[in-house]
């Protein structure tokens, strides 16, 4: 299996040879779905904390008598109802983590970055090289590569050069082929891969 490389100002420079075990995989929407899931999951720090009405400061002393007030019978100031009351099912630190197998990692990944390349939306490029990191120089080249939505770029190993140049470029994201995973991949419209990533990504899903 083979598709064109192209250079930084979108001519055809050759072609390359992909590995059919990491780019013609069959789509599983379900095995994508719950790795992506996870992924998100893993994300969420789950700290966040609020009181109950146990744990508000204050409300020992019912504030007024049960009856003969005219107003509405209340046992505590802490009550949820009150101002500065408790939270009801107040949120409470909690781990979020879903574990996800490698075999079921690995099986997301090749199975989107298949869809990627058969839908069109792989782009490969024989290098990007930036002697200094140059913001104008980084939209020139997304412009001739026709790259106007959601792109994520895949270097082989970090760029901090490329890195620089692209972080003021919405809707560009720049990562490494070590890092480049399930969700890199399902969430942009365009992925922009390097010669040397392609090769470290068929070794790593070997």
């Not at 904390?49 to 002393?61: A, D, I, K, P, Y």
């Not at 994520?152 to 003021?168: L, Q």
């Not at 991949?185 to 990504?201: E, G, M, P, Y």
């Amino acid at each position: 299996m083979q598709t064109k490389v192209i250079n930084v100002k979108g001519q055809e420079v050759g072609k390359i040879s992909l590995s059919d075990e990491v780019f013609k995989a069959p789509y599983n929407e379900a095995l994508i779905h719950q790795v992506i899931v996870a992924y998100l999951a893993n994300q969420r720090q789950g700290t966040k904390s609020t009181l109950t009405r146990t744990e508000v400061r204050g409300g020992g002393r019912k504030p007024w008598r049960q009856k003969g007030t005219g107003n509405a019978r209340q046992g505590s100031i802490r009550a949820p109802q009150w101002i500065k009351g408790g939270v009801v099912f107040a949120p409470k630190p909690r781990d979020f983590s879903k574990k996800v197998n490698k075999q079921m990692k690995k099986g997301a990944f090749v199975s989107a970055i298949s869809t990627c390349l058969a839908e069109k939306c792989l782009i490969v490029v024989d290098s990007l090289d930036f002697s200094e990191p140059k913001t104008k120089a980084m939209a020139e080249i997304l412009k001739d590569l026709n790259l106007t939505k959601r792109t994520t770029i895949v270097t082989a190993g970090n760029n901090e050069n490329v890195v620089k140049s692209a972080a003021n470029i919405p809707n560009v994201t720049v990562t490494t082929d070590a890092l480049l995973c399930t969700y890199d991949i399902v969430v942009c419209d365009k992925l922009l891969i390097t010669k040397d990533a392609i090769k470290n990504i068929e070794e790593a899903c070997k």
